[in-house]
């Protein structure tokens, strides 16, 4: 697998720059980040959450953990991990544990950390182990327009 075709269709559609970043098949975001030797930080991971009112992607760097608590505040939502069943469900063309932070794409509504605004680059997946998508953080920004802006990590 590499790109998936609705990372690819919203890439395009966006119109922003970007390059593909093969890597050695990975694990986990850590393992990504040390095997396409890139800064932890600049990796952006994508946690599939779900309450009653449907589910939400939240974005946020790698080398950070997701406080759901501080989200719950922010949002008023009582947001759970989606199981990975869900995730196969939803993320289709995507393999598991490679989701995109283009949630949008998906139909649903995205939230992103505001430290990877701070960072000059932004990594993320591209729908697989073994490929990443690299642009500069106001290509990514402007590729997440639509997310809110939050912090929870």
Not at 86 to 109: H, L, N, Q, S, W
Request: charged share 25%.
């Amino acid at each position: 697998m590499t790109m998936s075709p609705t990372v690819h269709t919203c890439l395009r559609d966006a119109g922003v720059e970007y390059e593909v970043v093969r890597h050695p098949h990975s694990h986990s975001s850590n393992e990504t980040a040390q095997t396409a030797a890139i800064p932890g930080d600049q990796l952006a991971k994508t946690i599939l959450l779900e309450d009653d009112q449907g589910y939400v992607g939240a974005v946020l760097p790698s080398t950070h953990h997701l406080r759901l608590p501080k989200l719950w505040d922010q949002t008023g939502r009582q947001l759970s991990l989606a199981k990975e069943s869900d995730i196969r469900e939803v993320f289709k063309d995507c393999e598991v544990g490679a989701i995109p932070p283009v949630c949008t794409a998906y139909g649903m509504k995205t939230l992103v950390d505001e430290r990877l605004s701070t960072q000059p680059d932004i990594y993320f997946e591209a729908g697989d182990h073994e490929t990443l998508i690299h642009m500069r953080t106001e290509q990514f920004m402007r590729l997440m327009e639509t997310a809110e802006k939050v912090r929870f990590s």
